[in-house]
């Protein structure tokens, strides 16, 4: 199985800052990667899909990078409604797999 | 507008079994894959399983925690997706999200259900 390991696990930063979250697969996962946010009590919703394409309807302060066994989702400048869990999902291969989460809140 | 609606969450000992359903509306639910999540109380995302739409004969993949015990299903002329859940083990308690693999080559869940909560427990 292909395991994501995120980091950092939790992170705390001021509105307006740059926000990078990093994903790195066990193995090359090409650009099968996807993000997704999660707020709480709430289902996930989908930010980014094959590694770097926006999904429809989310912010542009929102984007992906990366392929191959690192990627990264960054946030260009934090705002408040940002306050959520985010996840990134391998779609290589089975058992599909999450990454831990990395929960980000406003300092 | 698209819409998932789990259903069937509930309070279980540990061995039962318990089914849920997934009510699809909103869009042509026939075309597309279907997969299965959960999230235990507090946890993180641990996907469960996916079952293909009719051009790949309705085939499944499951998570090793659950293959065996866990059976998807869908019944396109309802435009609904069932998860079987037997021998259920309190490491299964959790909130069960149905979601929706977008069309195409490329890979990921767009739209999930508000998801349902089973809790297995004497």
């Known amino acids: 199985d292909i395991q994501l390991t995120q980091s950092p696990s939790f992170l705390s930063a001021s509105v307006g800052d740059r926000v990078t979250i990093t994903c790195r697969a066990s193995?090359?996962?090409?650009?099968?990667l996807a993000w997704y946010q999660q707020k709480p009590g709430k289902a996930p919703k989908l930010l980014i899909y094959?590694?770097?394409t926006l999904q429809s309807g989310v912010p542009s302060r929102f984007s992906g990078s990366g392929s191959g066994t690192e990627f990264t989702l960054t946030i260009s400048s934090l705002q408040p409604e940002d306050v959520a869990t985010y996840y990134c999902?391998?779609?290589?291969?089975?058992?599909?797999?999450f990454g831990g989460g990395t929960k980000v809140e406003i300092k | 507008e698209v819409q998932l609606v789990e259903s069937g969450g509930d309070l279980v000992q540990p061995g039962g079994s318990l089914r849920l359903s997934c009510a699809a509306s909103g869009f042509t639910f026939s075309d597309h894959c279907m997969d299965w999540v959960r999230q235990a109380p507090g946890k993180g995302l641990e996907w469960i399983g996916r079952?293909?739409?009719?051009?790949?004969?309705?085939?499944?993949e499951y998570a090793a925690s659950v293959k065996g015990r866990f059976i998807m299903s869908r019944d396109d002329s309802k435009n609904s997706l069932h998860l079987q859940m037997n021998s259920l083990r309190t490491e299964d308690t959790a909130v069960y999200y149905c979601?929706?693999?977008?069309?195409?080559?490329?890979?990921?869940?767009?739209?999930w259900g508000q998801g349902t909560l089973v809790t297995v427990s004497s």
């Open positions: 094959a590694a770097s």
């Open positions: 079952i293909r739409h009719k051009a790949d004969r309705y085939t499944t």
């Open positions: 979601a929706r693999r977008v069309l195409g080559s490329t890979d990921s869940l767009d739209y």
């Open positions: 999902q391998q779609l290589n291969s089975y058992p599909l797999t």
């Open positions: 193995q090359g996962i090409s650009s099968y």
